[in-house]
């Protein structure tokens, strides 16, 4: 655990420990998101964690699939997340072929090549840090859920 994360009520810390057992790490807004709501409104950060576990926790979906959706989505929007949920579908288990075809899939449905190229830029990213053999560590500004 982070020795600056602030102490939260057990509820609330099992929730934020499930974002480092999907990313690896609690992305940076995550991170912000625990510290501020749990002293302002710990009420409301439960209800939009209940949510976010509901989702990444589906009977309907494996983890790969989920990510692999949420990696689509992020894309078309333009979100850093988006590089987030890459590395939690490839720790689920998706190749790099689903994840550029999810990209493909990304632009056409988006109309441009922003979300092809932002894609592909990414997935070289952590493609590289993979065969160097480092973990890919979550950068400040990019965010999980």
Not at 20 to 29: E, K, Q, R, S, Y
Not at 113 to 129: I, M, R, Y
Request: include cysteine.
């Amino acid at each position: 655990m982070d020795e600056t994360a602030p102490v939260l009520p057990s509820d609330l810390a099992t929730f934020r420990d499930i974002h480092t057992d999907i990313f690896g790490a609690v992305p940076p807004l995550t991170a912000a998101r625990f510290a501020i709501g749990a002293s302002v409104d710990p009420d409301f950060l439960r209800l939009v964690e209940q949510m976010h576990t509901h989702v990444f926790y589906s009977d309907l979906f494996d983890a790969k699939i989920l990510h692999l959706m949420a990696w689509g989505i992020l894309l078309t929007c333009g979100d850093k997340p988006a590089q987030s949920h890459a590395l939690a579908a490839r720790r689920a288990g998706a190749s790099w072929e689903e994840l550029h075809f999810v990209a493909e899939l990304a632009c056409v449905i988006a109309g441009g090549l922003g979300p092809l190229s932002e894609g592909a830029a990414l997935l070289t990213q952590l493609k590289d840090d993979e065969q160097n053999g480092q973990e890919r560590r979550i950068e400040h500004g990019s965010d999980g859920g």
